[in-house]
């Protein structure tokens, strides 16, 4: 390794440690490791204050810097017998090692392997530790969705490593849309590592880095769990919080469960999130958060404080979704309900409220595939609003007005004839069985977003038969006019063309009835830039009330 690589190998390492360290203990403790090397400290000091966050962020960078470095130097292992087995290409790299193919070193024999090693730039005590871990912890794992260990040991350099079977397949997310598999399709796979995760929980182990990456689907079409170099061994000698910390600190951010985020104890229930993360972005195509900045920061904020959303609302977006416009709706009408429930149920974000365990989700997936009653249920409206209104008064009261301005345009609308006052009691039955009886709130601890709510609403209009036409139009006009309000046009503009349709059904083109959801559609059309059929629109809202009330 040239000095250079020395350098940058050792500023990775100082800085690695001195960020588990708490800040007024740090200056000291570099200090001292330093020496008389004053540029060193300087240099890690410089980059401590830079993160002045402690996102990891710099670390990260850090650490590609000196991975790049080593790159070479790492290459040199091609050819060089490991065990048994002589290495003869590199294939794979991440934060917790370098993964090469090799070969039995016998001419008879005729077997390829996967030969993990500990990446030069992090052999320091507490990746080695890591590292047996994972070591140890396969040795003990025998399971056919799980990869095989075959040996282990440590080269002459110090260098510790890991000989697995060698997986011939692709990564879970790619086998799907390759296959283009149905949701069953999907969940059938994910059933196959939730017993892969629940063996090893019996065991005593959680994976704790469960993603697309790591479940490999071989040849024949068997998903196999790979990387448990951040696993956890669940026995007394294990309980120890700094150890937890430091883990934490490998694991992969856009995957990691909030408890893992914030440093606490972790229980199998984060492998139930990781599974539910996972099922989430092979039917949805996208993630359930929306980081508000390129940070780390930003994205551990957004798991720990954004409400997850809804599968059925989310596999809508065609700009982030794999899916888009007439499969989206479909899927979004497959999503809908049992799998929203049982999705949001595992991505709960304390650990305690999620399934009790991978079998229980595995369970309910089972009830979903073959059409009996899961055993997820929707958050009860009493603890949503008792948890979302300590945390959120702010919100409380926008959501409110916004329904309270619903139901005042549906009562202006109903003021003059008796069919109207109808219509209108009609109209507050519907909304207070919404608040009653359905449940309005997105299923986590974060609560109330205006957006569930109209979702709510929607799903109890098309289920409500024994609505009048005229309470439906005059629903689905106010919530049209609401999402455009919330800058959801496209829906907007459906919605509004559908309470339109009924109107023109029940009451003619030329009724005072259809003013609200033409005014509506003038809007969406004005907003699109479409000012030429927006005119048209609001020529007509103006003939018909002309029409009917004079110039």
Same mark, same amino acid.
């Given at each position: ?140 794992? $025998? ?10 040991? $440590? ?6 490593? %890991? ?14 849309? $390759? ?66 910390r430091e883990e934490n600190r490998a694991l992969t951010p856009l995957y990691a469960s909030p408890e893992q985020i914030e440093g606490l104890p972790i229980t199998t229930a984060a492998d139930v999130y990781g %599974? ?36 059925s609302i989310a596999v809508l977006n065609a700009d982030d979704s794999k899916v888009s416009g007439k499969r989206a709706q479909r899927q979004q009408r497959a999503l809908r309900g049992e799998l929203d429930t ?135 006009? $106010? ?73």
């Amino acid at each position: 390794m040239t000095d250079k690589n020395k350098r940058w190998a050792r500023v990775n390492e100082l800085l690695e440690k001195a960020m588990a360290i708490p800040d007024n203990e740090r200056q000291p403790w570099l200090a001292s490791e330093c020496g008389e090397d004053t540029e060193l400290l300087a240099e890690v000091l410089t980059l401590l204050d830079y993160d002045s966050e402690q996102t990891g962020g710099i670390l990260a960078s850090v650490q590609s810097v000196a991975a790049d470095l080593s790159d070479s130097s790492d290459f040199r292992y091609v050819g060089e017998k490991v065990g048994n087995y002589r290495i003869t290409d590199k294939l794979a790299e991440g934060g917790m090692g370098i993964v090469f193919v090799a070969e039995h070193d016998a001419e008879d024999f005729d077997r390829k392997v996967a030969v993990k090693l500990l990446p030069r730039h992090q052999l320091d005590k507490e990746a080695s530790r890591r590292f047996v871990d994972e070591r140890r912890i396969l040795a003990g794992l $025998t399971h056919p969705n799980i990869a095989t260990l075959i040996d282990g040991g $440590t080269l002459s350099d110090g260098v510790p490593y %890991i000989v697995m079977d060698f997986i011939e397949g692709e990564s879970i997310e790619q086998y799907c849309a $390759t296959n283009m598999l149905n949701n069953d399709a999907i969940i059938d796979l994910v059933l196959s590592v939730c017993e892969a995760v629940q063996y090893a929980h019996r065991k005593l182990v959680i994976h704790r880095d469960i993603k697309p990456s790591n479940i490999i689907v071989d040849t024949r079409g068997v998903p196999v769990l790979l990387d448990f170099g951040i696993a956890k061994l669940l026995s007394p000698d294990n309980d120890d919080m700094q150890q937890t910390r430091e883990e934490n600190r490998a694991l992969t951010p856009l995957y990691a469960s909030p408890e893992q985020i914030e440093g606490l104890p972790i229980t199998t229930a984060a492998d139930v999130y990781g %599974i539910g993360l996972l099922l989430y972005r092979l039917l949805t195509g996208k993630m359930p958060y929306t980081p508000t900045g390129n940070t780390p920061r930003e994205l551990e904020r957004a798991i720990l404080d954004q409400t997850p959303e809804k599968p059925s609302i989310a596999v809508l977006n065609a700009d982030d979704s794999k899916v888009s416009g007439k499969r989206a709706q479909r899927q979004q009408r497959a999503l809908r309900g049992e799998l929203d429930t049982i999705l949001l149920t595992a991505l709960r974000k304390s650990p305690e409220r999620r399934y009790q365990s991978v079998a229980a989700l595995a369970d309910d997936l089972k009830r979903f595939l073959e059409h009996r009653p899961i055993t997820a249920r929707a958050d009860s409206p009493f603890y949503v609003l008792r948890k979302f209104v300590s945390r959120h008064r702010w919100p409380v009261g926008v959501g409110t007005s916004v329904i309270l301005a619903g139901i005042a345009m549906a009562s202006y609308y109903t003021s003059e004839l008796k069919i109207e006052r109808d219509t209108a009691e009609q109209t507050a039955t519907f909304l207070s069985g919404l608040f009653a009886a359905a449940d309005p709130y997105q299923k986590n601890r974060d609560g109330l977003t205006v957006e569930a709510l109209l979702d709510s609403g929607l799903e109890k209009l098309d289920s409500d038969t024994s609505l009048a036409p005229l309470v439906r139009a005059r629903l689905l006009t $106010t919530i049209a006019l609401v999402q455009r309000n919330l800058g959801d046009n496209v829906r907007a503009e459906e919605l509004a063309r559908e309470a339109l349709s009924v109107l023109e059904a029940e009451k003619g083109p030329l009724d005072a009835a259809v003013i609200p959801p033409l005014s509506v559609l003038s809007r969406v059309r004005t907003t699109a830039g479409d000012y030429a059929q927006a005119t048209d629109l609001a020529l007509r809202t103006l003939s018909i009330s002309e029409r009917v009330h004079g110039a």
